[in-house]
């Protein structure tokens, strides 16, 4: 048992002392901040709306695929080379952090608006309802 625990000890500082080779094919610093984002909010669409995903049958990977111009291995081998540095995923979630303020920012907007219009609306038909009431009143007493 220490024999192993030793040998996975070792593994992982090696491992870390290692500086990953630069791929070939490696994407840019910038192009796989952008994938990153882009396949974060389709993995939240996923989980929260996948019939929006499905209607309009797009499949994740090969979206991201298409829409960046690459494929698996480049985006596998960059992914694992840009991993070694945490900051630079550390920028993709202050993204999506600075983008989730903005669409609550509208959300809240867009909520307070349909609040107010729903109020106006009730106030619209309960003067209605009343005007209603008095004409049937007046109609009533007028055929007595």
């Known amino acids: 048992m220490k024999k192993i625990a030793v040998l996975l000890l070792a593994v992982c500082l090696f491992a870390c002392n290692d500086k990953l080779q630069q791929p070939d094919n490696l994407l840019s ?4 901040e ?24 797009i499949k ?6 298409d829409k960046y111009q690459t494929d698996s ?22 993204r999506l952090k600075a983008e989730k303020v903005k669409i609550d920012s ?6 307070k608006n349909v609040v107010k219009d729903f109020k106006a609306k009730a106030v619209k038909d309960s003067v209605d309802v009343i005007r209603d009431n008095i004409k049937v009143l007046n109609d009533s007493i007028s055929i007595e």
């Open 29 to 32: 610093e910038d192009k796989m």
């Open 34 to 57: 952008d994938i990153l984002y882009d396949v974060a909010l389709l993995q939240s669409i996923s989980s929260f709306a996948p019939a929006v995903l499905s209607a309009n049958d």
């Open 60 to 65: 994740i990977d090969t979206y991201i695929y």
């Open 73 to 94: 291995l480049t985006f596998a081998q960059s992914n694992e080379y840009y991993a070694a540095d945490f900051d630079r995923y550390e920028k993709v979630s202050e």
């Open 106 to 111: 509208i959300v809240s907007k867009e909520n």
